[in-house]
């Protein structure tokens, strides 16, 4: 999933930004709920990554800049 650039000016932004959901087909738990006349949807142990390509922070006579690899070991919904 794309996730919106971030561009405040040429010393500050990131760019490239996305987001991966990675589901497993054997953490999924389903319940029916009869008095409500629903089903409920349980995901457990997902996981996830977030890409950066370009990032740039300027602050004074300190600059970080480069790219980001995020990974998220265990999202519970």
């Known amino acids: 999933m794309p996730i919106p650039d971030y561009y405040e000016d040429k010393n500050h932004y990131m760019t490239g930004n996305s987001f991966t959901l990675n589901e497993t087909h054997d953490n999924v738990y389903i ?23 370009a990032y740039r922070y300027r602050k004074d006579l ?10 998220i070991n265990t999202i519970l919904v």
Request: charged share 25%.
């Open 62 to 71: 300190i600059t970080a800049e480069g790219h980001l690899e995020v990974d």
């Open 31 to 53: 319940t029916a709920d009869p008095a409500k006349n629903g089903v409920y949807f349980a995901c457990k142990k997902l996981s996830g990554k977030f890409v950066n390509t």
